[in-house]
């Protein structure tokens, strides 16, 4: 086998010789699930001008490993990387913000036109504490529905994913509680409970939220959109329940400052206006391309994101990045050579 | 045997001693068997190398530990795959049971005459087509289908009936019952496909001889047929075992993922390989040894498995006596 | 069966009221074999319903979308409609090649090292160990394993490493069902064959092999596909792409490829209707793909004997 295998490995260098002796550039990334769908519609794009892009989403942590072990030309993650992680990229890496999203939080409660969810409330659905949708924190926050006598039943994310770390980085800004317990992470320590499960994956979360009565959970806001889930309104650090959206999400962002490694975290946007659970996402950079046509490619890719890119956002369910932080973001390219 | 035919025109014998040639082919030939029984032993050495060698870490970190604990907390750096295991062995069996008793009757049914042959040929090909279908269109049917119609005979069970342990907790979606009978449609077209194969083996003359012997079908099938195909059903039935223990995606779709060991059918768990293949694409450092060593468990798994079913056979084959 | 002794006894004094010998359906043992023969009516219908439920599941909804373009074009981003998994099927059947002309030859000769060559020698009861232990070996692993000996070393993906994670997968099924069917060659056969002088490479090759290729076949058809369906391996050796596997000029076997399952993994998990529409669809197209290989294959097979 191992013979078999050198052989394979052999021809796999063949061939990969032939492919870099010629001019048409490809270049091939993998990561985070969450922009998928935007950075697929811009690299489709891209492709019209010669340079083809492959993208497979399966991971922030997979991505990144991919682009530790120089398996890929880029990366992409939404809770970027940690400095353990960077410290492995020999080399160095550059981190752009490229895209922003919302998470949100969806439940099925039939006969319930508009849920409110008070800030000291949803932790305590997450920690497991309240379990009854009429529990009378929920009641009193909604004084115009009529809450059922159900059990609550809460979907998380059976993968480890950074959907998740963007919501309990956000729990655990806002609850004491939340922090000291499951914390923050790709991967949590779930409250131990029957009424606990867990899907993979969004398109699993939103499958199950739909088929459970009483079920609540945390999705993209992009599938919540499309696959025309019921959402909460959530009640942010100025007191107002806002909703998901384009308006919520963009005050969300506006008021962020990005330091020069541009990594930043939205835990608790101020703002009247700001929808409290949004993040960037990020693309994941070498410092140095050995290839200069690989790097001009990359260089492009980047433009073409940072500018046209930007205006399909909205319409696929992702969040228009500030002008002010589209520029830092194109300074900090520059150092990608 | 390339000097049969010229001895044949000659009016010579058709037998004859190998030529020089075939001598060297014989070899040749037998080398190249010899060198892929070898490559497998290799690949399992490789693969016990790579899994193993990264799993080191793991086992010097938390040894036995983790085969007995249940809390996964990655933060804090405690794993336990204990409910993983249990969940595995839960599942499989049951998929095992199942699949295996409705696979071995499915290729009763379909070489025994019940359907008219060229009937029987076609289900045996739908059948066996059923195997190519993708894990995760499994999964996705489980989801879609099996959990909305098995929700409202859970729910009728655990009202009625939640002393006994199997139906103490309530079907919240995902579970063990769910994710047991997908994964019992998908051993089933390999148990059916091989148990066929086995069936049709047995010589006619052995079904015959039973017939004249004034046995009913079902004496001559259950005393003689399945006795004499045993060989080749088990050997269906460990193909079938190793599919349910290895099963990724359909049951990391299924299953709940929740780190609890319970008896129960309708509470969420974990299985070894769905802990694999959602934790494995974000692992950090701290996790892939972990995770690795469960691989090795679940390895450690099949192979006892293994050994306790021909362990089985052996003592099965001594109680029935002569062949 | 003194039952029916004494019967015959009483015939054969010709008594007036002798039960004939034949067997009665309502004794024990008749009715024992109709109850069983209705139980395994039932069980077969039973097991029939889900097996036909997922058949019928992706019939409906993959067969709406089943058209020219959805075969031929390359994969749709986003919001775009129409598109299709022609690179897909292209890479599929690449990869699957690769893993069978990889898993089959090694499997057979190992069947045959293991039922002919040396059935009970310590070395084929080790062999036959590691065989059924590696059955259970989860195909994220397998994945994992042609990363490291593949994908590593190379540096990037391609179908080849896919092909080897599949081959991995697809070898235990090939060995155990293809020794199975080499041992019930009936020892007659080979006994004629050693008589007239062939070498034991002739016997193999020319009375057990072809004897026993039903089986065989069956095994490789299992291995195949169970290989084409599989997600996990792929994810981590030829990645995923939406181009043609002939791009721009050249035959990009070192680079990722596309292939249905992970286009299947990819689309079905999107909230856009366009994407879970061509998920089912390649769903259906998978299984077909797999049945004109197994009807293809068995045709053969039918023609050589």
């Not at chain 1, 329940?241 to 999400?249: D, F, L, R």
């Not at chain 2, 009763?108 to 076609?122: E, G, K, S, Y």
């Not at chain 3, 109850?35 to 395994?40: G, P």
């Not at chain 3, 909230?271 to 197209?285: D, G, R, T």
Request: hydrophobic share 50%; aromatic share 10%; net charge positive.
């Amino acid at each position: 086998m191992q013979i078999k295998n050198f052989a394979i490995a052999a021809a796999c260098f063949a061939f990969a010789l032939t492919a870099q002796a010629q001019d048409k550039i490809r270049l091939v990334g993998s990561g985070a699930s969450f922009p998928a769908p935007i950075y697929l519609a811009w690299f489709k794009e891209i492709s019209k001008t010669g340079v083809t892009i492959d993208y497979q989403s399966k991971g922030s942590g997979a991505g990144v490993q991919d682009l530790i072990n120089k398996t890929v030309d880029f990366a992409a993650s939404d809770s970027a990387m940690t400095d353990e992680q960077i410290a492995k990229v020999p080399g160095g890496v550059v981190l752009l913000p490229m895209t922003a999203g919302e998470v949100v939080i969806s439940y099925n409660l039939p006969g319930v036109k508009r849920l409110n969810l008070p800030r000291d409330v949803y932790p305590q659905i997450f920690l497991g504490k309240i379990t009854k949708w009429n529990d009378p924190k929920i009641v009193a926050a909604n004084k115009g529905e009529t809450m059922p006598d159900l059990p609550i039943t809460v979907v998380r994310r059976a993968d480890s994913s950074g959907t998740t770390f963007v919501f309990t980085n956000h729990l655990s800004a806002i609850n004491e509680e939340f922090k000291k317990g499951p914390g923050e992470g790709n991967t949590v320590n779930w409250p131990k409970s029957d009424k606990f499960i867990a899907s993979p994956k969004n398109d699993g979360v939103t499958a199950t939220i739909r088929q459970t009565k009483g079920a609540v959970g945390y999705i993209e806001y992009a599938f919540a959109k499309f696959s025309k889930m019921d959402v909460a309104y959530v009640q942010n650090k100025a007191g107002n329940y806002v909703a998901p959206g384009t308006e919520g999400g963009a005050a969300a962002l506006a008021n962020a400052k990005f330091p020069p490694d541009m990594r930043l975290w939205l835990s608790d946007p101020t703002g009247d206006k700001s929808y409290p659970i949004a993040t960037y996402t990020w693309m994941l950079f070498y410092k140095k391309y050995d290839d200069p046509k690989k790097a001009a490619a990359i260089k492009k890719m980047i433009e073409f994101g940072l500018g046209e890119g930007q205006k399909m956002a909205d319409k696929m369910g992702y969040l228009p990045m500030p002008a002010p932080v589209a520029a830092d973001v194109r300074k900090a390219a520059g150092s990608i050579n | 045997m390339s000097s049969a035919p010229a001895a044949e025109l000659q009016g010579g014998s058709v037998s004859g001693p190998p030529s020089p040639f075939d001598y060297f082919f014989d070899r040749a030939f037998r080398g190249l068997a010899y060198a892929g029984a070898a490559s497998i032993l290799l690949l399992l050495a490789l693969i016990l190398y790579e899994i193993g060698g990264k799993a080191l870490p793991g086992i010097r970190e938390h040894g036995v530990a983790l085969l007995v604990s249940s809390n996964w907390d990655v933060k804090a750096g405690e794993f336990g795959i204990l409910p993983a295991i249990w969940g595995t062995l839960y599942s499989s069996l049951l998929a095992l049971i199942i699949g295996g008793a409705f696979g071995v009757a499915m290729a009763i049914f379909l070489t025994q005459d019940f359907l008219p042959p060229r009937l029987a040929q076609v289900f045996r090909t739908i059948v066996e087509l059923l195997a190519a279908i993708p894990s995760v269109v499994y999964g996705l049917w489980g989801i879609f289908v099996v959990i909305p119609v098995i929700r409202p005979v859970a729910d009728w069970l655990h009202d009625k009936l939640a002393v006994i342990p199997f139906f103490s907790t309530s079907l919240a979606g995902p579970g063990m019952l769910p994710a047991a009978m997908v994964l019992a449609i998908m051993v089933l077209p390999t148990v059916a496909a091989v148990s066929q194969d086995a069936l049709r083996l047995v010589p006619y003359k052995v079904k015959e001889a039973a017939y004249g012997l004034g046995t009913t079908r079902w004496e001559a099938i259950l005393k003689v047929l399945l006795p004499a195909a045993r060989n080749g059903i088990f050997g269906a039935l460990v193909l079938g075992f190793g599919r349910a223990l290895g099963e990724t995606m359909a049951l990391a779709m299924l299953v709940g993922n929740s780190n609890q060991v319970t008896l129960s059918l309708f509470a969420p768990a974990n299985t070894l390989a769905a802990l694999l293949a959602l934790n494995f694409p974000e692992a950090g450092p701290k996790e892939i040894p972990v995770l690795m060593y469960a691989a090795l468990v679940l390895l450690a798994i099949t192979l006892l498995v293994n050994i306790a079913g021909s362990a089985i056979m052996v003592l099965a084959g001594r109680q029935g006596g002569a062949r | 069966m003194n039952a029916v002794v004494s019967r015959a006894e009483a015939a054969a004094r010709n008594e007036p009221d002798a039960l004939p010998i034949e067997r009665q359906p309502w004794e024990a043992r008749s009715l024992t074999s109709t109850f069983l023969s209705a139980l395994v009516w039932v069980m077969a219908v039973i097991a029939a319903i889900p097996l036909f439920s997922v058949l019928y599941m992706l019939a409906v909804k993959g067969g709406s979308r089943l058209s020219w373009e959805a075969l031929t074009s390359l994969p749709p981003a986003g919001f775009e409609m129409g598109g299709g998994f022609g690179n897909a099927i292209v890479g599929t059947i690449a990869m699957v090649g690769i893993a069978a002309g990889i898993s089959v030859p090694v499997g057979i000769l190992c069947a045959v090292f293991l039922s002919e060559l040396g059935p009970e020698s310590r070395t084929a009861n080790a062999v036959r160990f590691a065989a059924k232990t590696l059955t259970g070996f989860p195909s994220i692993l397998a994945g994992v394993f042609a990363y490291a000996m593949v994908v590593l070393l190379t540096g990037h993906y391609s179908a080849p490493a896919g092909g080897l994670a599949l081959a991995v997968l697809m070898v235990p099924t090939v060995i155990l069902t293809a020794e199975e069917a080499m041992r019930m060659v009936p020892k007659i056969m080979k006994d004629a064959a050693y008589g007239i002088g062939c070498t034991r490479t002739q016997v193999v090759l020319k009375v057990v092999l072809p004897t026993a290729m039903p089986g065989v076949l069956t095994g490789v058809m299992l291995a195949v596909a169970r290989a084409a369906g599989e997600t996990a391996p792929l994810l981590f050796t030829a990645l995923f792409s939406s181009y043609w596997l002939y791009h721009e000029g050249e035959w990009a076997f070192g680079q990722p490829t596309a292939s249905l399952a992970v286009l299947i993994f990819n689309f079905s998990g999107m909230p856009f209707e366009n994407q879970i529409e061509l998920a089912w669809a390649a769903s259906l197209i998978l299984v077909l793909l797999v049945l004109v290989v197994n009807l293809t294959s068995r045709f053969i097979a039918h023609r050589r004997v």
